[in-house]
């Protein structure tokens, strides 16, 4: 298992709430990368924080916003949610510029 | 922009054997890496292997390898010895090296192996 640790492992929303997924990345790690895997689906990159600042984002609306704290750790937040945010959300520790990312266990989301 | 491609949706062997999950991408850069990531049941994604671009050489781990095909832009996994777990989704992912900015991983749809016993 890798140090990276995510909460809460599942999580059930009604259409038009909002969710805080968090993340704990490994120690070391400055770099935290979110991903949202469909169903049947490979992760798609949602965006990376590094030093507290959105350092590159993905395809996906502004209602998915991100947080990174001083220690590293990270929030994803969705407002305004719709089914199809159903998902596994994966998050990726690693050291900036650095090629080997250590996921968590994943926030499995189900919008009804 | 990048796309990763994995023809062969699901994929099965008998334990002992061995097996090749394929996997092609297109891009237009030079400075790269490719990896093949493990998710097992628990959903936790592992880290199998990895390739660089640059090196003609292809990566060995144990008992997985790689034949990394450059100009065909292939890049096929070879688990040797296949053991009951290593039955999971297995991911073919691309990485452009972007000089220190986002380095993020493009993922196919993935390959679902099950080990017979």
């Known amino acids: 298992e890798t140090g990276v640790t995510q909460s809460p492992t599942h999580l059930i929303k009604t259409r038009g709430q909002q969710v805080t997924l968090r993340c704990s990345s490994q120690?070391?790690?400055?770099?935290v990368s979110w991903y949202q895997q469909a169903l049947g689906q490979g992760p798609q990159f949602i965006f990376q924080y590094y030093r507290e600042e959105e350092n590159g984002r993905g395809n996906f609306p502004p209602r998915f916003s991100g947080l990174q704290f001083p220690n590293y750790s990270s929030e994803l937040n969705v407002n305004a949610l719709e089914l199809d945010d159903s998902a596994l959300y994966l998050c990726?520790?690693?050291?900036?510029?650095?090629?080997?990312?250590?996921f968590g266990q994943g926030t499995r989301l189900t919008v009804v | 922009a990048q796309t990763v491609t994995q023809s062969q949706p699901e994929m099965s062997v008998q334990e002992a054997e061995t097996v090749t999950l394929s996997c092609t991408y297109d891009?237009?850069?030079?400075?790269?890496?490719l990896f093949w990531y493990k998710q097992p049941p628990s959903r936790q994604m592992i880290l199998v292997i990895r390739q660089e671009a640059y090196k003609q050489q292809n990566a060995t781990e144990n008992r997985f390898s790689v034949n990394f095909q450059k100009a065909a832009k292939s890049f096929s996994l070879k688990i040797s010895d296949s053991q009951l777990g290593d039955t999971a989704m297995y991911f073919c992912?691309?990485?452009?090296?972007?000089?220190?900015?986002?380095?993020?991983?493009?993922f196919g749809t993935g390959t679902l192996l099950a080990v017979q016993p």
């Open positions: 992912a691309f990485m452009k090296l972007d000089g220190g900015a986002t380095n993020k991983l493009i």
């Open positions: 891009t237009s850069e030079s400075n790269y890496y």
């Open positions: 990726a520790s690693s050291r900036q510029g650095g090629t080997e990312a250590f």
């Open positions: 120690s070391g790690h400055n770099t």
